[in-house]
């Protein structure tokens, strides 16, 4: 479409623009209408047509295709139809054979099949849809065949130039549609090797900046390649001919010097494309800019390029051919101005300027879009558009220009106001399809926007009645989408009442939907939403439930565990009661398979014995059908790191060497440490030994070595973990010989006899030798006697040096040496020759202040130089001769105490003397090896004592009302016994009530004591007396009884208490030996307990007991009474025990499953003690209840576990052994081996062969010799024997069988598993297969069968048989 030029309507857009600027001012425009996209919406609502596809504008055809189709669809209700102009005018597609349009659409198909040309059908096509509401207009699109003419035919004369002048050879392609694509090549099809010097332009030409003797070719040929139809024109060749003032020797030629050493004219640089010093270009905005600057001279000129008034746009501006196109893919407005090219070489530079002006097409500032209108709203359309120059802004409704439609009475609600048309209160009937065309020189736009009028009363489009669930305080939303036309008026209500929702909690928006800031429980109900317009009412109800979040309360922890076992990861989950939830787990993002190993319930997810490919984040899901919630863990799975790998031996030296490795896998915990191991061929061979430990972070360490030793190293590398495998050992390394570096140790001098001293010391060890033949340099010499050094050399590990004084001082040193030289001497050491037994005895022994335990000792000391050796001590001998209490038998095992002392008056102190004893003594004078003879005997005696603990107490149960009390005289009475004495208190919780005191006579040992109540607890206090006093006291406490009607059901029955288990409960004497009372059981059986009676004198027994009532309040009621009995042994009743028994480990490689029995409370805490076997390492942990999984444990090594009780330690289970597992390896199948099947088929074969050699001789067995020898004739018929039996023979069970072995004497044996002496006595026996040889028959008489010789000869049948 052409646009509107011309003064004139410059000044009608003037005074349009501001009659438009006043009527903004002061209207309001309705906003349009946005019609939903609900089908019974569109169904029913009727639309202008509206372009939805259709061909580019300038639109080129290949001429070879068979058809043609230019393209136009359109929507709109009622259908569009189609129709279009060809030219401008009326295209009738029915007169013309060739043309169809598709049905339901006004897309062209143009065929050829039938003859006709496509040039025939070129111009300028347009397409026009139109139903009751409007015309919409598709583009102008300008059909044209693609062109591909031929070269003109010509004849080229030869190109004579001078070399080094430039030259151009022209391409002048044949203009084509699209233009085609030019390049150069040679005759052999080989593109023209293009340069700085040499480069086609972007006309064509083919441009030397100057000729070389090189460029002589007869075969320049340019081509021009049209894509469209894929053809390539070639233009006739150039025959270019050089022209030289001197000869030319191809073989001077270089790249430094072209012209092989000829002298050629230099030139200064000349512009061949474009000429001048200036010119211009015009290029269209977004469009590609191309400047171009080919220059001549030589040398070959360089090309730069500069804009005046600022700098290139670097982000936007490339450099081609050698920098000589300059290129903008995508210009603007801004990249307007003079860009200027300079060519320069060394005689000079030349410049160009090229003025680019931007134009423009037009383009879209705000392109009109559709507009629904209801009856009297207002509205508008604008079109803006841009361009260089200002393009024209033309309006059309239904493709004719607005201006020239006649006046109707829809055109008064209309104004055209430049780009933009104004609404007025618009009424049905009015809609149509509005056109703006934007043109200037360089271009137009077309743009179909539609006004349409509707009137439609409201419509909900939501689900009817629908029921929303929403999660408690979240923001709550409530659809209810409407539409109608005129646009309704929305209102909420709840639970049908209330004027209608908007205002605090809530907030009505314009699209319908009701908004509930944070939903709560009272906001639970039905909401109804009401749309009206002045055409109806339409209504629709929301039910809203407010439920509570899903929500994960324990979320699942990262884990790091050991390989092999057990990770576990737990997550709990809270929900509505009324939302049914699925808990969901995914590794890494996946679903996770749980299978046969894996083990989820509803709060956790297990995986037993776990590896690798168990490594990962786990995600544990919960969903409800409205909402969720997720939480992550990692497991990471720890393990021994993998062996470095590698092992490289670098920088040697005599007594190092660089050892460097390659970690391998850390398995995800870091190596903490780097094991060195070495490995010596000499002393030790095949037996690693540590070396040196190095950091982690390491992989390259010095290595200090021994002389002499042929090493190779290992590496093993340390995590969390433990150690991996070792590595492959390095290749081997020896270090050279040298003398001695190490010392003997420990170098010492002692007598083995009182005449000589033996000189010993600690060879070196086998890598401290360092060198071959390996021997001690000694030297020794008599002390401060200023004598000369003895020496001799040894190889042993000793020297004895003979006829020397009794135990006198010797100066000694050694050194070690072997081939290579010596090694350092030692510092002096002093040592001693042999010691002799003393002389002297200690004399005048005697004991002052005798205490029960304690005597003062006292002697007269002997000369020191009488000890003939080293003093070591006056030791004294003791021992207890008798004990004063009559029948106590003592040991009289004799004891040693040591008194150090050189004073002239010695004396010292006995201690620990068991009291009321009578003791003996005698004292000795000792050095390192003898005693003296023993001086004079003492005897004393010690005082009298108080009395140990009892040895043992126990309470039993006689009866519901009564407590049988039994002790045991101490071990040790310590004097002469003159009672006991018994405290007791009830126990009433944690209050005790006043202390009875009772006293007894030495022989009474049992008492039975009355309770006043049969639920009463009681805690005792026992002691022995003698005239001394009191002694140590032995408490215990009666039990408590949970059911006292059943003794057999209380769970705190015992059956036998010692003095060994009074310390878990109180403190008592040092625990007694245990008594051998027999363990007894009480059964009584009482329906209703009896009144208990009031306090009763004992019966009538002797005075013995006398009852001692504290100053404490107390009832006399309640006071116990205590009958003297006979001691019972039943009906025990004692404290109950706690014990930890039944400890067992099942291990695996790195942990073990640990379990054990106890009869401790449920919150009781337990101790595990672990002991490393290998290098006693002791760990504990602390437990709670059985069982426990021990971590951490190394594989293949064994442990030592036991279990106790952290409040009470003296509780202990009995300690177990236990090994881990090896560390896991792939197995072999052994079935799959070729040695194990090769074994099993010749074992086999070997059974078959038995099996054949036993069935034979299995059925040799129907004949045996257990008759006569004299011949007897067959019986025609069985005969019985005097027993009734039948006796089965023939004349042939005298012989003896093929084959069979005679004895030495030759004579055949009988058969020796025949039963004829079964039950005599005889000699029968079993064959070797286990068959009866013969038959039950009478006796035979031996003599009868020997010498029965067989008659037959020995067939090889018989040999096999023999063998078998």
């Not at 151009?168 to 700085?196: A, E, H, Y």
Request: proline share 9%; aromatic share 8%.
């Amino acid at each position: 479409m052409r646009p509107v030029g011309g003064r004139e309507m410059l000044g009608k857009v003037g005074h349009a623009a501001l009659t438009l600027l006043s009527l903004l001012l002061l209207w309001q425009e309705a906003a349009a209408i946005e019609v939903p996209l609900d089908p019974k919406i569109q169904q029913d609502l009727k639309q202008p047509p509206t372009i939805i596809k259709q061909s580019v504008k300038d639109y080129i055809v290949d001429p070879r295709d068979n058809t043609i189709i230019i393209e136009c669809e359109a929507k709109g209700n009622p259908v569009p139809k189609f129709s279009w102009r060809r030219n401008g005018r009326l295209f009738t597609i029915g007169k013309d054979p060739r043309v169809t349009m598709r049905k339901r659409s006004g897309t062209l198909e143009v065929g050829f099949r039938s003859g006709g040309r496509p040039e025939d059908y070129e111009g300028e096509y347009q397409c026009f849809a139109s139903n009751d509401l409007g015309v919409a207009l598709s583009n102008k699109i300008l059909l044209r065949v693609s062109k591909a003419p031929l070269w003109p035919k010509e004849v080229l004369a030869p190109v004579p130039v001078t070399e080094g002048s430039p030259l151009v050879l022209p391409c002048n392609p044949p203009p084509g549609l699209p233009p085609p694509l030019i390049f150069w090549m040679d005759s052999n099809m080989t593109p023209i090797l293009q340069d700085r010097r040499v480069s086609m332009g972007l006309n064509g030409d083919l441009y030397f900046a100057n000729v070389l003797v090189q460029d002589a070719h007869s075969d320049y040929s340019c081509n021009a390649r049209f894509n469209f139809t894929y053809t390539i024109q070639q233009k006739n060749p150039f025959n270019l001919k050089v022209q030289t003032t001197e000869p030319y020797n191809d073989t001077s030629y270089n790249a430094s010097d072209p012209f092989g050493g000829r002298k050629v004219a230099e030139t200064p640089p000349s512009f061949l494309s474009p000429e001048g010093s200036g010119s211009s270009k015009m290029v269209l905005r977004d469009e590609q800019l191309l400047l171009e600057c080919i220059a001549a001279g030589l040398p070959t000129p360089s090309i730069k390029w500069f804009k005046r008034g600022g700098d290139l746009p670097a982000q936007k501006v490339k450099f081609e051919n050698f920098n000589k196109t300059l290129k903008i893919l995508s210009v603007s407005e801004e990249d307007a101005g003079e860009y200027v090219c300079m060519a320069d070489n060394r005689l000079g530079s030349i410049r160009h300027s090229i003025d680019v002006q931007v134009k423009a097409a037009p383009y879209w500032l705000d392109k009109p879009t559709n507009l629904v209108l209801a009856p009297e709203e207002n509205g508008r359309l604008v079109c803006r558009a841009n361009g260089n120059p200002k393009p024209n802004i033309q309006w059309l409704m239904n493709g004719e220009p607005i201006n020239k439609i006649t006046e109707t009475p829809a055109s008064a609600n209309r104004e055209v106001l430049g780009d933009t048309i104004m609404f007025r209160g618009v009424q049905i009937g009015s809609s149509a399809v509005y056109q703006c065309n934007a043109s200037n020189q360089h271009g137009y736009l077309l743009a179909n926007a539609f006004v349409s009028v509707l009137d439609m009363a409201p419509r909900m489009l939501g689900p009817k009645n629908q029921l929303i669930k929403v999660i408690m305080n979240n923001r709550t939303f409530l659809n209810c989408p409407f539409f109608g036309s005129p646009l309704p008026e929305l209102r909420w209500f709840k639970n049908g009442q209330g004027s209608g929702l908007d205002g605090g909690q809530y907030r009505a928006h314009i699209n319908g939907t009701l908004e509930i800031k944070r939903a709560r429980k009272e906001d639970e109900g039905i909401y109804t939403c009401v749309a009206n317009n002045m055409l109806g009412k339409a209504e629709n109800q929301v039910q809203l439930e407010v439920k509570e979040p899903t929500r994960i309360i324990q979320a699942p922890t990262h884990q790091s565990v050991l390989r092999g076992s057990k990770a576990s990861f737990h997550c709990k989950v809270v929900s509505d009661p009324s939302l049914p939830t699925k808990v969901t787990w995914t590794k890494d993002g996946e679903r996770l398979d749980l299978g046969w190993r894996l083990k989820k319930d509803e709060e956790s997810l297990t995986i037993p014995s776990v590896t690798e490919n168990d490594e990962g984040i786990y995600t544990c899901t919960v969903k409800s059908e409205i909402d969720q919630d997720s939480a992550s863990a990692r497991l990471t799975v720890l393990d021994r790191p993998d062996p470095p790998i590698d092992l490289d031996l670098s920088d040697p030296s005599a007594r190092s060497v660089r050892l460097t490795w390659i970690p391998g896998n850390e398995r995800r915990s870091p190596v903490t440490e780097f094991l060195v191991q070495f490995e010596e061929n000499h002393w030790e061979p095949g037996r690693w030994q540590d070396l040196s430990s190095f950091p982690g972070d390491l992989n390259s360490v010095i290595l200090q070595l021994a002389p002499n030793v042929n090493y190779q190293f290992r590496v093993i590398a340390i995590n969390s973990v433990g150690r991996s495998q070792p590595s492959q050992p390095s290749p081997r390394y020896k270090t050279t010989a040298a003398p001695p570096d190490a010392i003997p140790r420990d170098l010492r001098g002692w007598g083995s006899d009182k005449d000589n001293m033996e000189i010993t010391w600690e060879p070196l060890r086998d890598l401290e030798k360092n060198g071959p033949n390996l021997q001690y340099n000694v030297w020794w010499r008599r002390k401060d006697s200023g004598d000369n050094w003895t020496n001799v050399t040894t190889s042993e590990s000793k020297h004895v040096v003979r006829y020397t004084e009794t135990y006198v001082p010797y100066e000694m040193k050694i050194q070690a040496r072997n081939e290579l030289g010596s090694g350092p001497e030692s510092n002096i050491v002093i040592g001693y020759s042999g010691e002799d037994k003393p002389a002297d005895s200690p004399t005048e022994l005697r004991v002052s202040k005798v205490s029960s335990t304690r005597a003062n000792i006292h002697w007269k000391p002997v000369d020191l130089s009488s000890v003939q050796g080293e003093f070591k001590e006056y030791r004294l001998y003791y021992w207890r001769e008798a004990s004063l209490v009559p029948g106590v038998v003592v040991s009289k095992e004799k004891m040693t105490t040591g008194f150090y002392t050189t004073v002239p008056e010695p004396s010292g102190i006995l201690k620990d003397l068991v009291p009321y004893s009578k003791y003996k003594m005698f004292m000795v004078v000792a050095n390192s090896r003898y005693e003296s003879l023993p001086s004079n005997n003492v005897e004393f005696t010690t005082a009298e004592d108080v009395p140990d603990a009892p040895r043992f107490f126990r309470i039993n149960r006689r009866s519901l009302d009564t407590l049988y009390l039994e002790w045991g005289k101490p071990l040790e009475p310590n004097g002469i016994l003159v009672g006991y004495q018994l405290a007791y208190q009830r126990v009433n919780g944690s209050r005790l009530g006043p202390q009875q005191i009772e006293t007894f006579r030495p022989n009474e040992t049992d008492f039975v004591l009355r309770l006043p109540d049969r639920n009463a607890r009681y805690k005792f206090n026992l002691s022995a007396l003698t005239k001394v006093g009191k002694g140590e006291v032995y408490a215990e406490e009666s039990p408590h009884f949970t059911n006292e009607e059943n003794f057999t059901d209380a769970t705190d029955v015992v059956e036998l208490t010692d003095a060994t288990l009074s310390p878990v409960f109180s403190p008592t004497p040092t625990p007694l030996p245990p008594t051998t009372i027999p363990p007894t059981t009480i059964s009584i059986t009482t329906p209703t307990p009896p009144p208990t009676p009031p306090p009763t004198p004992p019966p009538t027994t002797p005075p013995t007991t006398t009852t001692t009532t504290t100053t404490e309040a107390t009832t006399p009621s309640t006071v116990p009474v205590l009958v003297t009995t006979k001691r019972v042994d039943q009906n025990v009743l004692v404290t109950p025990r706690r014990e930890i028994w039944n400890l067992t480990v099942v291990p695996d490689s790195y942990y073990a499953n640990v379990n054990w029995s106890h009869n401790f409370p449920a919150d009781s805490k337990f101790v595990l003690e672990v002991t490393l076997d290998s290098n006693k390492t002791v760990t504990v942990e602390e437990v709670k209840q059985p069982p426990v999984n021990l971590k951490a444990l190394i594989a293949g090594e064994k442990y030592h576990l036991r279990v106790y009780s952290q409040e009470l330690n003296s509780v202990s289970s009995k300690s177990v052994t236990f090994k881990t597992k090896a560390a896991h390896i792939d197995q072999v199948d052994i079935a799959t081996q070729g040695w194990f099947i090769g074994l099993m088929c010749a074992i086999a074969l070997i059974i078959l062969i038995l099996l054949i050699v036993c069935f034979i001789k299995r059925s040799r067995g129907g004949k045996y010799p257990i008759r006569d020898k004299k011949d007897l004739p067959l019986d025609p018929v069985d005969q019985k024997d005097q027993d009734g039996s039948f006796d089965y023979h023939s004349d042939e069970d005298n012989k003896p069988l093929q084959g069979s072995q005679t004895s030495l004497d030759g004579n055949v044996k009988e058969s020796d598993d025949s039963l004829v002496d079964y039950g005599e006595g005889g000699d029968g026996q079993f064959n070797e297969d286990g068959s009866f040889i013969g038959q039950y028959t009478v006796k035979k008489d031996k003599d009868e069968t020997e010498g029965n010789e067989s008659s037959e000869a020995t067939s090889p049948v018989n040999a096999i048989y023999s063998l078998a």
